[in-house]
């Protein structure tokens, strides 16, 4: 006679490392009621998706009831016309978040080793922790992956070593010649992966995220995004670029139709829509740089980003901090995004956004530092 909510005496338990795992928080999308919202929480971009995207997504309505192409043909053939790239060697996921997983689940198992850096994006350790694999943390220099750290992590266990570049939520880089240098460290059998999700915005003549790399090498692989610069976060597209055996890989344990046909045509519209993404790399380098200068100009310190987002320092002051910033801002409709659970506590992440949310931030902050001590 046991009451219906008591512990069975046995049960099913989940493999090991997956109850470690804290659950990915997403960037918060409310504010103070009857504010006016800006979500500056979670990367995406002010100007939405291009309209030839839009239009595509409406023209699968009809056809709701057909499987989409399992292998994204029209969508890796896009992308490798854009990018001078052989459709062979790219596959398409459910968001690159779901290559990422995937490529974690085919090469690391319980006793092996994934790497990534201190404030680097925190699916790389649920990935890993989800494959039963141990999740390595290498210490940065001034919020940047330090190569020489990295390279001192790597161990016989190591499988994968994970490098957002740019990284998210510090927006710093290495340049072109670093990710080299780090590649020439590991050993081959180790695999670089390199996620380039804010690659499009990156102004920087020694910036690249990896083509080149990856052809001349058999374990390098890139993740990219349709989320970002592309505005089509809400139907979850990414691709990975690599070398011909590890897409094998990644394909067989891939679900069988795991990209949507309304993420095929609105994702093949967006990459065509050349005109689009300038406008929106433009808006971005131009807000970056006001923003970064003008909230430096109240005296807090913003890391220097590539990306299309900024890493903001509070001061450690109580009432000044992150936690009384981010009280603030919420009460004014400005939603930043927390990034303690990055090791990062008294810090906040705003997005490049539209010109108004932009604007409306950085007086916020304005009010917030100048007020009542
Ligand atoms: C936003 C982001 C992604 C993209 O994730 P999707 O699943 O494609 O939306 C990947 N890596 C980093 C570092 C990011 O910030």
């Known amino acids: 006679m046991t009451a219906a909510t008591a512990r069975p005496a046995s049960r ?16 918060r999308s409310k504010a103070a009621p009857g504010v006016k919202l800006f979500k500056l929480s979670s990367n995406e971009t002010p100007l939405g998706p291009s309209p030839q995207a839009i239009a595509a997504y409406h023209g699968v309505a009809d056809k709701l009831e057909l499987y989409p192409d399992g292998a994204s043909t029209e969508l890796r053939e896009a992308i490798a016309g854009a990018y001078g790239l052989n459709p062979a060697n790219i596959v398409c996921g459910n968001g690159s978040d779901d290559l990422l ?9 319980p006793g092996d080793e994934g790497v990534f850096t201190e404030h680097g994006f925190l699916v790389y350790r649920i990935a890993i922790l989800a494959a039963g694999g141990t999740p390595v943390v290498v210490p940065e220099t001034g919020f940047t992956a330090d190569v020489d750290a990295i390279l001192a992590a790597v161990t016989p266990r190591t499988k994968i070593v994970f490098l957002a570049n740019p ?44 083509i080149e790399l990856i052809g001349a090498s058999e374990n390098v692989v890139m993740t990219r995004t349709f989320s970002k ?21 990644v394909n067989r344990v891939r679900g069988p139709f795991n990209v949507s046909a309304a993420s095929i045509a609105a994702g093949v519209a967006a990459i065509g829509d050349k005109g689009f993404m300038e406008a929106a790399v433009a808006h ?40 009384a910033a981010d009280e603030f801002l919420v009460s004014r409709g400005i939603v930043l995004r927390r990034v303690a659970a990055y090791g990062l506590p008294n810090a906040l992440r705003m997005t490049i956004g539209s010109e108004e949310a932009n604007r409306a931030t950085i007086a916020a902050f304005a009010e917030f530092l100048g007020g009542a001590r």
């Open 12 to 27: 099913p338990t989940p493999r090991p490392g997956v109850l470690a795992i804290e659950a990915y928080v997403p960037g």
């Open 101 to 109: 997983e995937l490529v974690t689940h085919a090469y690391i198992g």
């Open 167 to 210: 990284n998210n939520p510090t927006g710093t880089y290495l340049p072109i010649t670093e990710v080299k240098r780090l590649h020439a460290g590991l050993p081959p059998e180790v695999l670089l992966v390199l996620d380039a999700a804010y690659a499009e915005y990156v102004r920087r003549n020694d910036y690249e995220a990896g």
């Open 229 to 249: 610069i592309h505005g089509l976060a809400a139907l979850r597209i990414g691709w990975l670029y690599g070398p011909a055996h590890v897409v094998d890989a």
């Open 284 to 323: 971005n380098s131009h807000w970056l740089e006001v923003v970064t200068t003008e909230l430096a100009a109240l005296g807090l310190t913003v890391t220097p980003s590539v990306g299309n987002f900024v890493l903001i320092h509070l001061p450690e002051a109580a009432g000044k901090d992150a936690a």
